[in-house]
């Protein structure tokens, strides 16, 4: 009560008088609030320490750097039993960022593409873009993900049935195994090739635009753009004499052993989530769409735009400003959907580290304080960039 | 070369009107379009044709137990859902108690109805009755244990009961919090304003299944010795929490969208915080948001299936463990069934919902323009 | 000097620690009295152990044991509030008291023994790990299982246990690891994993409901020991001992020959010991706290061991798993009750 002596030096104003003043309630009100969270946090304190204490529960980080013991399903880092359960934590984490990266653009693609549709001059195509959004969008994510995996495993043949595909692929029920690439030195070649044609690419887009402003000819930019970013690093790939072997799978016991195997844990979960998040987005896509002006797609056709160059150089860039905070939460939703994963077995973060790791060490508070605080973290860093993206998106077209 | 006779009038090319003039317009306007359309017809053909091929002409429609369904090409199998039919939609609760939940289902209805359609009088005693009375009668009739109601233990409760129960609760327990966190979020003062901003973020960053488990895994680690809570209670919390976030981000777009005049025509006629909030702004927000607050809604109908993780049975639950572990019924396509029977009543709820939605939006977007 | 001091100072905070620890008891057993029920926590379904038929009514060879407590405490074996349980829930559950008694074949580990707070019973199923494969595969043993896919139910020792088999055996293996047993089950039947990994019990259980039977089978190899019991509270030795004598007080039925069918007779026999247990002689229950009647009580309401075992998991049971080592320490298997005098 800092202002007391304050209202005390003004005689005029009673108590009551100060219980009415806006500025002196705010103030109770807050003080209240403070009291009220820190007497809820030193409750809850207290009582977890008392019960952690009276039932020998173990508490605190230290576990991180016992051994795991346990075996992962699907890797992307070394990670073997006699590693820590941290290291098993840096597995879950990346296989839940794999999944949702994927995720995020394969759910764009489709999204913008079914939200196109949804206002194509094709009726038929229209309406089942319509009837795409309505049906994936109002089921729980959960059976979408159950639907598809189980349809997954009644319908792909078991390892010896196994469908082949070109390039020695081969399609079963423990998953998609693909030759797996291993780059021979002399390989660095190729992403310098490639980030040299993606610089060069920014160039030749700045000088073409600004040309077309100065000059008003078109430069052909999207083939020049692919040559340089597919040419140049197979180029590259030719001049370094192939530096690639491929690790082919191979039936061998029980199943095809080698090569880049993709789970079909993993395509369950990428497709539902895909496909559950896209029909969201093709919703956005789609009031974007519509909220751009009429005139606006006029004024392209009087300037004699065919209508697709009309949609991509003229309506969908002014759509964008309307689409893209909408689409930053969906991109969240489908990362947080992500966790999912755990009913269907593929080794997310939740799976692995609230599951596994919680059970087996019985730290419940540490481990779901730490999952929790991860997705915030992916959360806060999607939300900063998009953000900043938006910002960029909104000046340059004004 | 001119003319000044009147042309007469020449009808349109008979391919320009009528069905085929409609398809020629819609369909087949240019080649790309007649290839989508083909495209599209050829997908309908497969999905369509395969669904009633499997729902209807390859179904099995009667039978006691899985081996009726397990034959060679054998479609959906139904008599498992007519069988299980009480327990997908009730759980285990008892038979002889099963009218207290229809009960309970017809007074929500005799105050949702009305309240739902527009021009129906006495909307306040309806919504007072809904907020007040109806929570009440509910929980006296589904939980039972006074007035000769027999008790019955929630863990009895299961299916679609378990899935409208967390919902409604949630987004009825979560309304009160959702406010006052939209209210404080906007508040100047600032330690109010960034506790709500907190806990709005840091709820709405996290996924529902680390919500749940934070309610079914760490909650009871909070209380005091021997202070317990129903599993269903404690999962309830979870949905409540975070879906108050959720609503608070719906409402403070309400907020928003109020025009400062009105608060300030507020402060002119000398009214307090409170009531110029209840009287003015939250009335006038409240009812913007409705299409918002019917989504909001959705998401959590669709998201109570993620309460099957911490082991309540709600209607997937129950139907996952159907499928999965009832040797009786087992039939190859007694899963299908399964689940497409509770994607279907999922999406039957939702999609009404969101239609009822859209419904509202459109008339009030009709009022905004005026 | 300062060695003395230091164990001076050690013994006093000892000390100090287990008379507070005396002190902060709370008597689970008064507690369940005043209550009037019996919270017991549960597998959410695991057949013949705990499982829920389609009306609610628990049944199983855990779900038999809450019986007996209850029955013993309240002369009434359907005083029972039962909770199901998922396995990362069970011990928190236990632990904030949402549950009195843990009875949901839960692993009796040193860790969990000694760190988490928990108190182990007794065991009421001796177990071990397995693998379940398709017969089609013509397996012999386990260790033919190099470069198989397995599919494993988490938060259970068995995750562990399947990762240490196969490095000890320097053999190479992918897990398929999932939350729930359905799933797993149906994972496995569908041809997504090679093998199925669980105790014993479970896989014969499980075989059971598999579409086809006949077509799976239950590999020899018993890669980990896994004896199975009820769970209460740490510091509380009063109600560990009274769930520990129910276990132990079905067991001497089945070895005294007692079941619930002949009890009433046995009321009358001579036997000293069987006059002992059922409360003809001593005063047995005011031990635990309860009337002397207690062993009756659980006899009456739910059966002597063996009846317990044959209804849920043996002979008697769709699962028909044989007593193996769940016998009788003199007839071969290892349940062994202390003599009640």
């Known amino acids: 009560m800092t202002d007391l002596p304050i209202s005390v030096e003004k005689p005029r104003r009673s108590i009551v008088d100060m219980i009415y003043d806006p500025a002196t309630r705010g103030l109770i009100f807050q003080v209240l609030l403070v009291v009220a969270l820190f007497a809820l946090g030193y409750e809850i304190v207290t009582n977890t320490i008392a019960n952690l204490k009276k039932q020998n529960i173990a508490s605190g980080f230290d576990f991180l750097g016992r051994t795991a013991g346990f075996d992962i399903g699907q890797r992307l880092i070394d990670y073997a039993p006699t590693d820590s359960y941290l290291r098993a934590f840096w597995v879950g984490l990346c296989n839940t960022l794999l999944v949702a990266a994927i995720g995020i653009v394969f759910a764009t693609v489709i999204g913008f593409i079914v939200g196109i549709a949804r206002l194509s001059q094709n009726w038929l195509i229209s309406r089942l873009a319509l009837v795409f959004v309505e049906v994936v969008r109002n089921m729980p994510p959960l059976l979408t993900l159950f639907l598809f995996y189980f349809a997954f495993l009644k319908t792909l043949p078991g390892p010896k049935q196994s469908i082949q595909l070109p390039f020695s692929s081969v399609l079963n029920v423990r998953g998609l195994s693909l030759p797996m690439p291993i780059w021979q030195p002399g390989s660095w070649l190729i992403p310098v090739a490639l980030a040299i044609g993606i610089i060069a690419s920014i160039v030749v887009g700045r000088w073409a635009s600004a040309r077309r402003i100065a000059t008003g000819q078109q430069f052909p930019v999207l083939w020049t753009t692919l040559g340089l970013i597919i040419g140049l690093p197979l180029l590259a790939f030719l001049a370094a004499g192939l530096p690639v072997t491929f690790d082919y799978p191979v039936l061998k016991g029980f199943n095809y052993q080698g090569g880049l195997v993709i789970l079909p844990e993993f395509m369950a ?130 | 070369m001119t003319t000044d006779a009147a042309t007469p009038g020449t009808r349109p090319p008979r391919l320009d009107t009528g069905p085929v003039g409609w398809m020629k317009k819609n369909l087949f306007a240019t080649p790309t379009d007649s290839v989508l359309t083909l495209i599209g017809l050829y997908l309908i053909y497969v999905l369509l044709g395969g669904f009633i091929d499997w729902a209807f002409l390859r179904a099995t429609w009667t039978g006691t137990d899985g081996k009726a369904c397990t034959w060679e090409g ?206 003015i702004v939250l009335p006038q927000a409240l009812k913007l948001v409705i299409p918002g607050i019917v989504n909001s809604f959705i998401a959590l109908f669709k998201d109570t299936s993620l309460v099957l993780i911490i082991g309540l049975f709600d209607l997937l639950g129950i139907v996952q463990q159907s499928v999965q572990s009832d040797a009786k019924w087992f039939s190859p396509s007694t899963s299908t069934t399964g689940y497409f029977f509770a994607g279907l009543v999922f999406w039957i709820f939702c999609f009404g919902m969101s239609r009822y939605s859209a419904s509202i939006e459109k008339r009030l977007g009709a009022g905004d323009r005026r | 000097m300062t060695f003395l001091i230091k164990g001076g100072l050690v013994a006093v905070v000892a000390l100090a620690g287990s008379v507070s620890a005396v002190f902060a008891q709370t008597k689970t057993l008064d507690t369940v009295k005043a209550r009037g029920t019996l919270n017991c926590g549960v597998n959410t379904g695991l057949a013949g152990f705990s499982a829920p038929d389609d009306k609610g009514q628990w049944g199983g060879l855990d779900v038999d044991l809450c019986k007996a407590v209850a029955a013993a405490i309240f002369k009434d074996p359907t005083k029972v509030k039962y909770v199901p349980l998922t396995a990362k829930e069970r011990f928190t559950a236990l632990q904030s008291g949402e549950v009195d008694l843990l009875s949901r074949n839960t692993t009796w580990t040193m860790s969990r023994d000694t760190s988490s707070g928990l108190n182990f019973a007794g065991v009421n199923y001796y177990d071990g790990q397995g693998f379940m494969v398709k017969k089609s595969l013509g397996l012999k043993s386990a260790k033919e299982l190099n470069g198989a896919t397995v599919c494993v139910q988490t938060g259970t020792t068995t995750e562990l246990n399947v990762t240490d088999f196969f490095r000890t055996n320097k053999l190479d293996y992918k897990p398929v690891v999932f939350e729930k047993l359905d799933e797993t089950v149906a994972a496995y039947n569908s041809g997504r994993c090679d093998a199925f990994t669980s105790d014993v019990s479970q896989l014969y259980s499980e075989r059971l409901k598999s579409p086809k039977p006949d077509e799976n089978v239950v590999l020899p190899d018993v890669i980990s020991k896994e004896p199975l019991g009820p769970v209460v509270r740490q510091g509380d030795s009063g109600w560990a001992n009274v769930v520990r004598w129910t276990h132990f007080a079905m067991v001497n039925a089945e070895e005294l020959g007692v079941s619930s069918k002949n009890i009433d007779e046995m009321l009358a026999s001579a036997n000293p010991e069987i006059k002992r247990m059922l409360g003809k002689e001593g005063d047995f229950g005011k031990g635990l706290g309860l009337e002397n009647d207690w062993a009756y009580q659980i006899i009456k309401g739910v059966g002597n061991y063996a009846e317990a075992f044959d209804r849920n998991v043996g002979a008697g049971s769709r699962l028909g798993i044989a007593r193996g080592q769940n016998a009788l320490w003199n007839k071969g298997g290892q349940q062994y009750a202390p003599p009640i005098r």
Not at chain 1, 276 to 296: C, D, L, N, P, W
């Open chain 1, 269 to 398: 979960l990428l497709i539902g989530l895909t496909i559950y998040t896209a029909s969201f987005i093709a919703e956005i896509v789609r009031s974007g769409i519509q909220g751009v002006s009429k005139g606006q797609k006029e004024a392209a056709a009087a300037l004699g735009f065919r209508p697709g160059l009309a949609m991509r150089l003229v309506v969908l860039p002014q759509a964008m400003r309307i689409v893209i905070p909408p689409l930053t939460n969906q991109y969240l939703n489908l990362t947080k959907n992500s966790s999912l994963a755990i009913a269907i077995g593929y080794p997310d973060l939740v799976s692995v580290f609230a599951g596994t790791v919680l059970n087996n060490t019985n730290q419940a508070i540490e481990c779901i304080v730490i999952t929790m605080g991860v997705y915030l973290v992916i959360s806060l860093v999607t939300s900063f960039f998009m953000n900043w993206f938006n910002t960029r998106m909104a000046l340059v077209e004004r």
């Open chain 2, 74 to 279: 054998a479609g959906a199998c139904w008599p498992f859902i007519w069988n299980k039919l009480g327990l997908f939609m009730n759980g285990r609760y008892p038979d002889a108690e099963r009218w207290r939940i229809y009960l309970t289902y017809a007074l929500a209805l005799g105050g949702l109805v009305p309240l739902m359609v527009p021009g129906v009088p006495g909307k306040l005693y309806l919504s007072l009755y809904m907020l007040l009375v109806f929570p009440v009668l509910a929980f006296i009739l589904l939980t039972g244990g006074i007035f000769g109601l027999p008790a019955v233990d929630t863990q009895l409760w299961g299916g679609l009961l378990i899935t409208l129960v967390v919902a409604c609760v949630g987004i009825a327990a979560s309304f009160p919090l959702g406010i006052l966190l939209a209210l404080g979020r906007r508040s100047k003062l600032p330690i109010i304003k960034w506790a709500s901003i907190g806990f709005i973020e840091i709820v709405r960053g996290v996924p529902l299944v680390t919500m749940l488990f934070f309610a079914s895994v760490m909650l009871p680690l909070f209380l005091p010795e021997n202070v317990t809570f129903d599993k269903l209670l404690r999962a309830l919390i979870g949905v409540a929490l975070f879906s108050a976030a959720y609503l608070a981000e719906v409402i403070r777009g309400g907020l928003q969208a109020i025009p400062r005049g009105q608060l300030e025509a507020g402060d002119a006629l000398g009214l307090s915080y409170p009531q110029k909030m209840g009287l």
